[in-house]
């Protein structure tokens, strides 16, 4: 949880524009992977040096540099400068705590938003991705902790199915967004499930361990919506075409992210005002354990302390007790006691305690 | 409930504008139904293959096709194709996940709503209605899981009672969205009854089940707010007749048809804070019951434990203890025992406990 | 509560402009009441059909006509024919389940609004009061359930007091408005004297009795601002003087009333946040007899449990006990047992449970 | 607190216009002041009757009449004609039951604004005031049923320090509305002294009493953010200059006031949320100490009750119970006796509950 | 808390633009620092009196003038004097209970905002920075009670290092803000590391103490969303460049900083959100423990109720009691007795109350 600040505080004091990776920090070599493509042709290549990729910057074709790994500073200093951001871009992209945003520097968009990833015991992992859209290029930054989303582009992009290949940079930072933003709802099913599964125990079996798990839900899905709240607003922006770098041809399709975007929130939503309730059902049924607890706590005082009271009545040694010497005085006894027994489980039975 | 978003994982990965049906699957033929009027004639024809419906395209009468069934993507394409309908469109047709909305394409409008259909148990069903309103023609897409609402319409088309067979597509158009929404009102009332069935129950006897029953409706009231809640702006961008394809005349039939919409929120609104007031009411009522349940079991404690404790005292066997030697011992105490009993009543009668 | 809904469902089905009545049936006859004045006369008639209207259509004087009942569509048929009204508008009239609402048709002004009536055991009744304001003339259509709160204008019009006789249609509409809302007071004050019943009862002698009553209260509440809130917009769009029938010497008072509504609905959230803190007080008042209840309970167990023991361990019937046979061996115990009472009872006052 | 309502009933059913006194009737005398000053001289003036103020009414001087009083139709009404007040202004004035508001009548500006006073036991009373600002005087009118806070700005008058006599009654406005705001602070001091005291309660010793304050104190704010809410909406329209009576060089001290009023709801809604929290934690604590009592009654009943039984397994009149005639009998009962008592006592002491 | 108000108090009925010091007092002396830079030179200076920063008023090089202390109101007089400040700005500075605002008086900008520092034992202390940037000059006035956030932002201007030596006073000031902001990562990271433990004592050991921990955060939280919401508003009007203060190349750091502030909020409410769940959780963990110990008093109770009572049965002192002189009555009756306990034991077993 405050994983969310910790990771600010290393750059606390220092100067605007400085180069801080601020995530979990990681070792491995960064990897550069460059699709060169157009309508007749793709080509692939494993960058060794940021060097390598300044041929890029003019060429006419569609350019998709995937950077995994925002770790280097150095690395990504060079790439900044080869293609010409903003320091404060730079920083954004190393400084892996951002909200999502959309940030127009008119030469190109710098774009921020959040895959989602579910962790091998269902937790959800952020990582973030930032997508910058050139004229004639599309950065795309990565933490590379994970594995990631855009293969099926890749793949789209080499096999040349579908629109990919005939249109360009905008429809494939489009395409980029729709392949983080589809995979939301692979882990709102998963979550889906999670509260289902919730629900049944809730019903069946509600111990203090459900709360936990309703209180983990429940802060799941506050990041979850903090992840995504923001991204209304950049698909939104993005959508309305104030830069001339989102052709109008993409317009449509953004418009159809920004559908599933609005769909994921609602579905947010929803998961939270169930998750509520499902703490209301809770504090009921623990109300209403404990009242049948006290009612068969009460059944059973109610019963036995008028018997051991009467039993105690006779067991006491009075020379003078004329009862005890009556030839029926046992049976009758009994029978008393039988007889307020029974009002008492009357009793009991009307006011359905029983 | 994950219901909701299961659908979607079917598509995750492919490229947009692909056609994936996301419903349930079914396997029955699609069917294709026409109507075709002006003031003077109707014809109406089942249509045995998409290419049938080219004719319609471009006659000057109003052409309302109806198709049942959004699961076979080979007859959807063609139709998109023969009347130029985006692929975006065609998608959202299949995907039947989606939220309300209005887009105009133009030539074309396309809205997508959600019909509610009351289950065999009560619980509600949503089937998803897309309409398409051309210069000169009305498509309508359904599901075609259960029946349909649009049957009126169709008789008044074929009666030519009232305004529609001397209006356009608009008119309509504007003609199955209200059905649609009248329709809800059906649905409200079935939930109204159960609410009052709920508060009754509430009132007479309430159990853990009426919990479950409240949070049950609580969820289904989720649900649809969330399907109607977005209709608002569809309807209202609907009514301001941006699109030329809405004229003037059908202007203040929309505009009614937007005063239901908000009734139909209003009303489910309302049905939410009388959930949120019921649950209050149960948890109050079930911290009641143990109230009374306590009193009980203090007052059958508190008379009897002093008496038990007096009865234990002479059945002591101490030798020197002289009230057991005494004339009246006995009787005195149980007169004792008595004004003990009696004293506690009476506190307790002046506390209200009995 | 469904009442709201059920009145609707008569309609679902039939084309738009249908004039079904929704309210409760009645069979009495529609009664028509008309005034006439300007500055000068006043004239006042019983009209016994719609056809005796037509004159006052183009007098230039200002016309009044009151129709009391909207259950019979065929003669509000002709009234709607007579003044040129669109049909929705007469649909809406005989529809008395209308959200309060303002239309402008150009050449009159529609306006529906809600009249609050306390019925004889106290609970709100609402009936549907929609205004007509055209040129020379205002409309005004009540259901008639109940008695109505425009004999003060009556009385006005025909004392020629006040400002009424020397202006327009568009004042008369205020006037009626006017009284409507200034009828809410009574009914909030009624409310009010209620809530503070419910507070001296919680206070004094909470039960279940009492959140029953406050969850009615919730929903009459609930109800009442559903009544009253539309009509902020309705008010307030009528103040802007967006129409010509709106004069601009009557602006002022459209104001004044608009500053009344917002009054009404400022004091409807009063009372609703206060009703939602009654049930926090009773909630915990609640668990505070609980806790009392117990508290008595477990001074008495607490007291007299060793004390039993005590006795019971000198009724064994071991042959070798020595205490038994000692002199003073009865008083001991009884002074052991006083001892540990008092021991208990120190530790409870100390507790303050006692 | 229906005490807000009720004033209005007096005038249900009275036209627009009337004058009726809705505060709680008073009988003395309205007392008329009059401060008339310009930067070099001052001249005050108790007036006895309205004829009095005409001379004021076109001095090039700065005129501020103050009325204490607003019970008194007649006085008001000559009032009204003499400053050529609106009538609606006027009834306005009388009828103490305003939502603050501005309104602009051209030559003179309208505000209503309600001064806070606390009573004697700590409770808070409003006064309304209004102010009505003209091109060279200034009226204010008071409930006058406490003092008020206006002697500081008669002083700084008198005094000739600071702006006050350098400038024109916009800043005289101004400045009362100041001086009102400005004692709202001294209301919300007090406040927070009882919020404090009641945190201190709740911690140290809560009991239902501490309920019903909270309550109390929960119904006050929500009165006090009524009265004071709308505030916010009248000093800021009053701040846009959009009059030609409020001068450019007095707008930056009307946003000083207006921060002012910002700072008041800020507080309030910080002491709502404390509020809501300090119910939280009362029956939070109530639980606790719920726990507490139940922890003790069950540690006693769970240790005397084996032992009462033992004890009454002895007590037994069986013939043959060789248990009775050992020796060492009634020691190794006592024994065991201790052995359970002892197992008890660990086993609770192992769950923390002793 | 109300620390907030009690200030203000101390300034009610003075005029505005009174100079007086609502802090906490302090009698050291207020120290002022220059720092004079341009892109070649820095000179530092601590300037004895007032007087000797007049020359810095028009140098063309960015000079910072930071004031440690605001509660000398005749040092701050001559500043004000010296740079040409409004009264009321001077007045806000000295008013350490400001909101966070932006003032454009033309020829400057005012801002404030509130420094958060941690103090010892954790609490947040909030301290009020006020900045003035002019064309050629930033003044800061800090209270000075606490260390601040500037040195960084010195040692910065003192090496030459990064942006700041090259750019102007604009630059300065967004610097100063960020330095603030960026201090409140620091703040979150330790309420996160607070909400952490009490997480981890909520699951292992909730007391009343956790809850009262819980209400102390909650209070801290509010009182720092205060502090820091208004800020969005100040740092987005900054940015919006309506002042010709401010660059056009310092506004995408100011959109920057505005990112930040933004992070901050979302980060508050999580925390809000978490801490709203924390308490649900705590309420169901007492109920839980209630229900554990009621348990185990029902177990105890219903096992030893019963057998209680046989006992004392067979311990009635009546002549003609059969069993007792049977053979086996004894281990008869021992026997009964382990039925009944086995047969309640089974019971609960299978109630999984044990």
């Known amino acids: 949880m405050s994983r969310l600040n910790r990771k600010r505080t290393k750059k606390a004091g220092l100067p605007s524009g400085s180069l801080v990776y601020t995530g979990e920090r990681k070792d491995e070599k960064v990897s550069i992977h460059v699709i060169d493509y157009d309508e007749q042709n793709v080509t692939e290549e494993d960058l060794a040096s940021v060097a390598a990729c300044i041929p890029y910057r003019n060429k006419p074709t569609t350019t998709w540099i995937n950077v995994d790994g925002v770790h280097d500073a150095a690395i990504l200093e060079r790439f900044g400068e080869c293609f010409g951001l903003h320091r404060l871009v730079m920083e954004d992209i190393m400084n892996t705590d951002q909200r999502p945003k959309l940030e127009d520097y008119g030469e190109y968009l710098y774009i921020v938003l959040k895959m989602l990833l579910a962790g091998r015991n269902g937790e959800i992992q952020t990582e973030q991705v930032s997508i910058v859209l050139g004229a004639n290029f599309v950065l795309s930054f990565q933490e590379g902790l994970e594995g990631d989303v855009f293969n099926i582009i890749r793949d789209r992009i080499r096999s040349g199915k579908g629109r990919i290949r005939k249109t360009g940079p905008d429809y494939l930072a489009y395409s980029l967004i729709d392949a983080i933003v589809d995979n939301y709802f692979v882990i709102l099913e998963k979550l889906g499930d999670r509260i289902e599964l919730l629900e049944t125990e809730l019903i069946e079996n509600p111990t203090q361990k459900t709360v936990h798990k309703i ?140």
Do not use: C
């Open 215 to 354: 209180y983990q839900l429940k802060r799941e899905l506050i990041f979850l919506h903090n992840a995504v709240w923001p991204l209304r607003e950049v698909v939104s922006s993005l959508g309305k075409q104030e830069s001339s770098l989102v052709r109008e041809t993409t317009v449509p399709y953004v418009r159809d992210v920004y559908d599933h975007v609005i769909h994921v929130i609602d579905s947010i939503d929803i998961y939270r005002e169930m998750i509520s309730g499902m703490l209301d059902m809770y504090l009921s049924s623990v109300s209403n354990r404990l009242n049948e607890v006290m009612k068969v706590l009460t059944v059973i005082a109610t019963i036995f302390m008028p018997l051991t009271f009467v039993a105690g009545l006779y067991g006491m040694n009075f020379k003078d007790m004329p009862e005890l010497d009556w030839r029926y005085g046992y049976p009758a006894v009994l029978g008393l006691m039988a007889v307020i027994a029974g009002i008492m489980l009357f009793y009991f039975k009307r006011k359905k305690w029983i």
